[in-house]
């Protein structure tokens, strides 16, 4: 069992910006309108100090959802994959903290980055999905 909480936003795929959510979808769900959204847990920055190791991905056809960018789920290869088979088989996923900042596209090389720590017998890992520099998604990742 899994708890999630998640947003979603409203996107023009035209324009790619986000827009507000138009009155016509939302009444046939009778959902109220919502002024401000609830606060979720974000991930951590990484940090200039922080040990970290490094792979780079190139963004392939089939990374690219219908919407024209990169799939989330591609996302969680990029950044658990460089955490090495040995880890991956030995830990398991605990809580998770994702968030998405900035479009990555079709050719693009992203770069993965990530830290692990421990501390008192609490392993965690802090992760961070770059282009050139700029932050295109972060997560931290929590294990048993």
């Given at each position: ?15 790619r ?9 939302i ?42 960018h ?29 968030q ?45």
């Open positions: 069992m899994a708890k999630a909480q998640c947003q979603f936003v409203f996107m023009d795929l035209t324009a910006k986000l827009e507000s959510i138009p009155p016509q979808l009444k046939p769900f009778h959902s109220p309108e919502m002024k401000r959204l609830p606060r979720i847990r974000r991930p951590h920055d990484l940090t200039e100090n922080e040990p970290t190791h490094h792979v780079n991905y190139r963004v392939r056809f089939f990374d690219i959802d219908a919407n024209h990169v799939n989330n789920a591609r996302y969680f290869d990029w950044l658990l994959a460089p955490l090495g088979d040995d880890f991956l088989r030995q830990h398991r996923v605990k809580s998770f903290a994702i998405y900042n900035h479009e990555v596209r079709p050719q693009q090389v992203v770069t993965s980055v990530f830290t692990k720590q421990e501390n008192d017998g609490h392993l965690t890992s802090q992760h961070q999905i770059t282009i050139d520099y700029k932050e295109c998604t972060k997560a931290d990742f929590e294990w048993y």
